[in-house]
């Protein structure tokens, strides 16, 4: 089966819906999905941002959480806009990429993202994120792996290995080194996969 | 008939698809196109940027020229990375600005792009704007009319409008003052107008 390679921030606007939508469109194309949080903040530093460009460039926000608010609607999934924003995710992408694979990650992944974009929660609170993992049954002790040495190599490495495939933010899409970026080129990165798995067979 | 602003800058890597294939979409969905040139140039250049932000960050522009390829690609239209990127669109846009109204104007758009993406001619000389008229057996006189203090006035104006209305990027669409920004946000404008023009009714 082919694979796209799901590349997210878990303070990225756009990330959101994308997060949301992704394992139904996914899966209706008869794909698979590899989960890869990473961080942005290593990356805009690199631009010789120190900030989201959305904060940087307020014409550029303005717009961008206007669109955000109409994708949502179309999607019918609740936005707030985050009282804090671009949030802290560091906490949650270390959990995240240690434990990438297993299969309670992706219900978890979105309702880290709804916390954040659906209800103004403080993801960057351990509390935020202990009561998601009660919400789905896992040991709250797991947290606690998140900041060992291993955990935070871990997420380092693959915002090193974002950063060689040539991403420069979020979300990205991944199909045997063929980059798409933004929410709004799922659909293209499906059909790149769709038609790699094709020639493949 | 509700209408469409096309607001476009001719040294704009995506405004080249959307330019080309805005005028089919547009007609099929019932909707009237305005055609609004405008320059980026002083827009960037408020944002700190004295050049294109995909010569700034090298990352971008790389995947910027890569998704390009695939967009044209699926639309059938030629790419050729012009030699000199971005090329200055002064007086092509000045031209376009005085004259956006006319018949010709569509077409004469249309070359202009083909001419700096499609066959990486240099849009910023008189001779190759001349050739493009007289393949649209256009005046040739007409050509000075773009540097009266008038057209220039005009497209000054004009570029403040863009300010003013939130623009910040080209392709923009704008649908009785909604924003939509992005080759790729074509259909979301022509959806949003389509809907406002049913509730009018």
Known sequence: MSC????FEFGSTYSYPAALRIERVVRDAGLAIIWRPFLLGPIFKEQG????????YPAKGCYMWRDLARICADLE??????TTFPRN?????R?????QTESWIPEFI???????FGRDRDIADAKEILSILEGLNQPLDILSVAE??????KLRAQTEQARALGIFGAPSFVVEQELFWGNDRLEAAVAWAQRK????V
Chains 1, 2 share one sequence.
């Open 197 to 200: 798995g094709k020639s493949a």
């Open 49 to 56: 941002w120190n900030d989201s460009p959305f904060n940087l």
């Open 148 to 153: 060992s040495p291993e955990a935070k190599a």
């Open 4 to 7: 796209i390679e799901f590349w």
């Open 89 to 93: 995710s560091l906490l949650a992408a």
């Open 77 to 82: 999934i609740p936005l707030r806009q985050p």
């Open 110 to 116: 979105r309702q880290v993202y709804l916390a954040n």
């Open 95 to 99: 959990l995240t990429c240690w434990f």
